[in-house]
C-alpha cells in the first residue's frame, strides 16, 4: 500500500524558513514525479512546486519561485519543500503527491498525481 507522510509543518514568522519533508513508501518510486500542492482555507487545492526523477528538471508556480525549493533523496524515497523567507500568503495546508512515470506529465494539475499524503499545516504569521 502506497504511503506518503509529510512532516516539518507548523507555525513559521514571515521571513524566516521551513523545510517540509514527504516520505513515501509502499512501493519503488523510480521515475515518479513528486510533486507539492497547497490548499488555504476557502481556496481551491494550487500547485506549489514539483520535481521529476532525475532531480535536474524542477517547476514552481510563479508565487514561490525564488523562494521554495523542491528537491528529492531518491535513495531514501523523500522529496522535500523548503520555504524560504515565506509569506502570510503561503498559509495553507501542504500536500504531497506521487506521479507515475508517463510520456507526459503536466506537472501543475493535480489530476495528474496518482497518490497524495494527508498533508500538513504551514501557518505563517506576520
Known amino acids: 500500500q502506497v504511503q506518503l507522510v509529510e512532516s516539518g509543518g507548523g507555525l513559521v514568522q514571515a521571513g524566516g524558513s521551513l523545510t517540509l519533508s514527504c516520505a513515501a513508501s509502499g512501493r519503488t518510486f523510480v521515475g515518479y514525479a513528486m510533486g507539492w500542492f497547497r490548499q488555504a482555507p476557502g481556496k481551491e487545492r494550487e500547485f506549489v512546486a514539483a520535481?521529476?526523477?532525475?532531480?535536474?528538471?524542477?517547476y514552481y508556480s510563479d508565487s514561490v519561485k525564488g523562494r521554495f525549493t523542491i528537491s528529492r533523496d531518491n535513495a531514501q524515497n523523500t522529496v522535500y519543500l523548503q520555504l524560504n523567507s515565506p509569506k502570510p500568503e503561503d498559509t495553507a495546508v501542504y500536500y504531497c503527491a506521487a506521479a507515475r512515470p508517463r510520456n507526459v506529465l503536466v506537472v501543475y494539475r493535480s489530476s495528474e498525481y496518482d497518490y497524495w499524503g494527508q498533508g500538513t499545516q504551514v501557518t505563517v504569521s506576520s
Open positions: 520535481i521529476r526523477w532525475s532531480a535536474g528538471n524542477t
